[in-house]
């Protein structure tokens, strides 16, 4: 089993920052590729921005020059930093993680609970 917690949504006003952090855990032999998903109000689940093991990312046009992802190996843990944020930002915001079980070397594809955010004035 792989566990992905979440943690750093909220209400913020427009124009404010928010950082959200996911923090892996389990039978992991290694991660590939961590993401950020959205689910706006009445949507489907869109990608956000993701990260793979090598630091190489892309972004949701819609976030590119707002949003930086990163992440830390060696706490198997990923963070997106929201700047400028807008009320189209709001939805709630799943972390994914995908990569290889330890000791079975079986592919892992997991997601957390969620995390609100909400940016409105």
């Known amino acids: 089993q792989v566990q992905l917690v979440e943690s750093g949504g909220g209400l913020v006003q427009p124009g404010g920052s928010l950082r959200l952090s996911c923090t892996a855990s389990g039978s992991i032999f290694t991660i590939n590729r961590m993401a950020w998903y959205r689910r706006a109000p009445g949507m489907q689940r869109d990608l956000v921005a993701a990260?793979?093991?090598?630091?190489?990312?892309n972004y949701a046009d819609s976030v590119k020059g707002r949003f930086t992802i990163s992440r830390d190996g060696a706490k198997n843990t990923m963070y997106l930093q929201m700047n400028s944020l807008k009320p189209e930002d709001t939805g709630v915001y799943y972390c994914n993680a995908a990569g290889l079980r330890i000791t079975t070397l079986r592919i892992f594809d997991s997601w957390g609970q969620g995390t609100q955010v909400t940016v409105s004035s």
């Open positions: 990260i793979r093991s090598r630091g190489n990312t």
